[in-house]
């Protein structure tokens, strides 16, 4: 292993990066609390039983309306309580020099980013009630199939639908550069859809890349921010990068891998809302749709209990990836000095501590994938 100290092409974290990436993550502990909380004190208090009647009321007692109203005043609340800690999260990113986006423009996209959350939540919510009260049983298995279905759809229609809701994107013009990603692909023996130019920098002065979508929409995006400021042997580390998670399939293997926890957190779901239902008579009936709190506190939990696991498995096809970069391009020199270039325009820490990089970190630390690539040199 190699520290920032011993490492002389990885720069030590400046004081900066390591105060910002500090906040940033009790910013992320501090939501979640908030949103755990909101959850037991709706439950424990039975304020979600007073919202549901009040959703009838406003519904003329009809089911599917009253469980839209419900919807709309859970994430209503919910919105309300972390928009304190929503707005010290835009100001932070202006505090450290890392966002140009306007107040104006961050108060619409937070409003796009809320009716978005409301549609894709009322579909979610009204299915998976529906689906209760037609098989009180079997909900869970059913409801897995279903929302596996519909995992698959929003991966293949996000780049084309959900992501231009915020973002600009046009294909890359670049020719050069376009001719050095067929050649890379091409030696994949694959091929991939296109290659798009994200409109980052009229938001944030951070750059990024990705590959996104799944099949005729599968492509790679690259950040303006990142396209402007790298030199072409960088960029072209980086897509070579990107062109590994396409070869090794990483979308289709994590959609897998989400398919799996889903469908053991759905029959957890079933099995705690049974023994509330049937043992503890907290609600008259499965499809009392005041039980949703303690549905999302399943999810909730189970899912801040896995994202040690998830971030491990993320780490693992990052590494792969870059394998697969130090095999396609000439030399890793452009690799190491983009990633450097990005620990520093990002504020990213090179060398987080072990238990932070464990549980908060989807990427190796930059220290660690710079010691890799120099391995690989040798
Ligand atoms: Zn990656």
Not at 219 to 243: G, N, P
Not at 326 to 348: D, E, H, T
Request: glycine share 6%; with cysteine; net charge positive.
């Amino acid at each position: 292993m190699s520290f920032a100290g011993e490492n002389l092409t990885v720069p030590a974290d400046s004081p900066e990066a390591r105060r910002y990436n500090r906040i940033r993550r009790w910013l992320g502990i501090a939501d979640a609390v908030l949103g755990l909380a909101l959850l037991v004190l709706l439950l424990a208090t039975n304020w979600s039983g007073w919202l549901r009647d009040l959703a009838y009321r406003g519904a003329f007692q009809n089911y599917s309306f009253a469980v839209f109203l419900y919807v709309g005043m859970l994430l209503l609340i919910g919105k309300i309580l972390g928009l304190g800690l929503d707005y010290y999260g835009f100001r932070l990113e202006h505090r450290f020099n890392l966002s140009n986006q306007k107040l104006q423009s961050w108060i619409w996209d937070e409003t796009k980013g809320f009716l978005v959350g409301l549609v894709m939540a009322t579909v979610v919510v009204e299915l998976l009630y529906f689906i209760i009260r037609q098989s009180p049983e079997h909900w869970w298995l059913i409801a897995w199939v279903l929302f596996t279905g519909l995992f698959v759809l929003l991966a293949q229609i996000a780049p084309v639908v959900l992501f231009p809701i915020f973002y600009k994107f046009e294909p890359l013009e670049n020719e050069d550069l376009k001719e050095r990603l067929v050649r890379l692909s091409e030696r994949a023996g694959t091929r991939v859809r296109g290659v798009y130019k994200w409109r980052l920098s009229e938001k944030s002065k951070k750059a990024n890349a990705a590959l996104t979508g799944l099949g005729t929409t599968r492509r790679i995006i690259l950040a303006d921010t990142l396209l402007d400021h790298y030199s072409q042997d960088e960029i072209e580390a980086v897509l070579a990068h990107e062109l590994g998670h396409h070869v090794h399939r990483h979308i289709l293997k994590s959609i897998a891998v989400q398919a799996g926890i889903t469908l053991f957190g759905f029959w957890a779901a079933n099995a705690v809302l049974h023994y509330a239902v049937d043992e503890r008579h907290m609600f008259e009936t499965l499809s009392d749709f005041a039980n949703l709190p303690l549905l999302a506190l399943v999810s909730t939990v189970l899912s801040l209990l896995l994202m040690p696991v998830l971030n491990a498995y993320s780490r693992y096809n990052e590494r792969q990836a870059d394998r697969y970069c130090f095999r396609s391009i000439a030399s890793v020199g452009p690799f190491i000095s983009s990633m450097n270039k990005l620990a520093a325009q990002n504020l990213a820490e090179r060398s987080p501590s072990k238990w932070v990089e464990w549980f908060f970190h989807s990427h190796p630390a930059i220290s660690k994938r710079v010691a890799a690539a120099e391995a690989w040199e040798k």
